[in-house]
């Protein structure tokens, strides 16, 4: 096997790998939007269940006791 054929197939290889880790990049990026999504989601709900149960500021939002 000659050089450039060694060099070509690391090439194809690392090229390969490059497309791998495109993919898997690709595909978590999708899933952290839609996590985020579902977070703010759950914030929102949790702030509005807040509100609606006491009327009080959501804890998030008050200062801890011992300030």
């Given at each position: 096997m000659s050089d450039t054929e060694k060099l070509e197939e690391m090439l194809?290889?690392?090229?390969?790998q490059v497309e791998d880790l495109s993919d898997v990049?690709?595909?978590q990026d999708g899933e952290i939007?839609?996590?985020t999504r579902r977070v703010a989601m759950l914030?929102?709900?949790e702030a509005?269940?807040?509100v609606d149960g006491g009327g009080t500021v959501p804890l998030a939002d008050?200062?801890?006791p011992h300030w």
């Open positions: 194809a290889h690392l090229t390969r990049v690709a595909r939007a839609v996590l914030m929102q709900r509005e269940r807040e008050q200062k801890p």
